[in-house]
């Protein structure tokens, strides 16, 4: 059975344990955590955890660090390379989830012939409906891709890109979508209490609506515009909002292009930044 190494249980690096371990896949987890609350919680969760790699390895007896899986902060990442800097193998697999941290990145820092995998999973992967897009160097085997797509696809959908200029874009629309919805039932909510609901009834209105719709558009596979067309009738009270919601120049559009840009801009300054 082969060993994964998760560095971080934040809950990006939780939500993705959790999605592991309730898949069943076939694979040994270990969690590294320097903060005392979150180390504390992964037991609590099931996983052995430690504080930092050397007490790992002091504690238990494991000689293959098959997968290391970094779910740090970009910030943090440059603490946790000088961990590994210690007991790099060129044999063991890198897989980072850190936004804005090229492949160069890791080269310069680690090892110029690093074995690693970016890859931008969502908060969704706690409940097996994750969506990640990911990216490999070139050093990467067809086995070692085959690991990291059963990591991956076990807590929801894969895209795999054959560019890393991509990975950028996948941050921006799917690694943070997931606060953009979050965000929109908020607001829904928030309106429909305005307007005189009760704040129980307004979210409940709001996220089944978001719910509901969501899984019409899973089950029957058709198109997102034709179901959009399928609720606006001629003349009625969705096309009158729609006029507003669809302007072309103050309309949600424009606002999530510009939103999305300002994200894929982030990730990118994050790397010139560390």
């Known amino acids: 059975m082969k060993n994964i190494i998760l560095f971080g249980y934040g809950k990006m690096g939780s939500s993705l344990a959790k999605g592991w371990k309730s898949s069943n896949i076939d694979f040994n987890f270990l969690i590294i955590e320097k903060a005392e609350k979150l180390k504390n919680q992964a037991l609590v969760d099931g996983f052995q955890s430690f504080k930092d790699i050397k007490e790992l390895l002091t504690i238990t007896n494991i000689k293959n660090?098959?997968?290391?899986?970094?779910?740090?902060?970009?910030?943090?990442?440059?603490?946790?390379?000088?961990?590994?800097?210690?007991?790099?193998n060129q044999n063991t697999l890198f897989i980072s989830i850190a936004a804005g941290l090229s492949f160069r990145w890791f080269q310069e820092n680690l090892n110029k012939n690093i074995k690693i995998i970016r890859a931008m999973p969502n908060t969704?992967?706690?409940?097996?409906?994750?969506?990640?897009?990911?990216?490999?160097?070139?050093?990467?085997?067809?086995?070692?891709?085959?690991?990291?797509?059963?990591?991956?696809?076990?807590?929801?959908?894969?895209?795999?890109?054959?560019?890393?200029?991509?990975?950028?874009?996948?941050?921006?629309?799917?690694?943070?979508?997931?606060?953009?919805?979050?965000?929109?039932?908020?607001?829904?909510?928030?309106?429909?209490?305005?307007?005189?609901?009760?704040?129980?009834?307004?979210?409940?209105?709001?996220?089944?609506?978001?719910?509901?719709?969501?899984?019409?558009?899973?089950?029957?596979?058709?198109?997102?515009?034709?179901?959009?067309?399928?609720?606006?009738?001629?003349?009625?009270?969705?096309?009158?909002a729609l006029e507003k919601l669809m302007c072309p120049r103050t309309g949600l559009f424009p606002l999530l292009k510009s939103t999305i840009e300002l994200a894929k801009k982030r990730a990118q300054n994050l790397n010139s930044n560390n």
């Open 124 to 240: 969704p992967a706690s409940v097996g409906r994750g969506i990640t897009g990911y990216c490999k160097t070139d050093n990467v085997t067809e086995l070692e891709k085959s690991d990291a797509y059963k990591l991956l696809s076990s807590i929801g959908k894969t895209v795999f890109l054959n560019s890393e200029i991509l990975i950028d874009v996948v941050t921006s629309v799917s690694g943070s979508g997931p606060a953009y919805v979050f965000y929109f039932v908020e607001v829904l909510a928030q309106i429909a209490k305005d307007e005189g609901l009760e704040e129980k009834d307004a979210k409940l209105l709001a996220l089944e609506t978001l719910i509901g719709s969501a899984q019409l558009l899973d089950i029957t596979n058709i198109d997102p515009k034709k179901l959009r067309q399928n609720v606006t009738s001629p003349g009625g009270t969705t096309e009158a």
């Open 65 to 88: 660090l098959d997968i290391i899986f970094l779910a740090v902060k970009p910030q943090q990442m440059s603490l946790t390379i000088k961990q590994i800097c210690e007991i790099y």
